[in-house]
């Protein structure tokens, strides 16, 4: 999905703002960055943090709700693996099918 010209315009023109108020001397905003300043300008000129949307998806559902979609879509079932150690408390690993 391509997003219309002024999206684009309107947006780069934020970041942009917002680049050159923690860096005034920035020319250019990197891909690596525009997350960053795409949330600050959420933040800012929508008064939005991503984060207090949180405790609506809870993660194990979300992860769930991926590997689901997942299957439906390239037909294949994913199950978890027994006998393998996890490396985090929510990490799990998964054999693909």
């Not at 703002?17 to 923690?22: I, M, N, R």
């Not at 769930?64 to 027994?82: K, P, R």
């Amino acid at each position: 999905m391509t997003l219309p010209a002024p999206y684009l315009n309107a947006s780069s023109k934020c970041s942009s703002s917002k680049k050159q108020k923690t860096d005034p001397s920035a020319k250019e905003i990197w891909d690596y960055e525009r997350a960053y300043l795409s949330e600050l300008v959420r933040r800012t000129k929508y008064d939005f943090d991503s984060q207090s949307v949180r405790p609506y998806f809870p993660f194990m559902e979300v992860k769930q709700g991926i590997l689901d979609t997942a299957a439906d879509l390239f037909h294949v079932s994913f199950q978890q693996e027994q006998n393998v150690s996890l490396l985090g408390s929510r990490r799990r690993n998964l054999d693909r099918h």
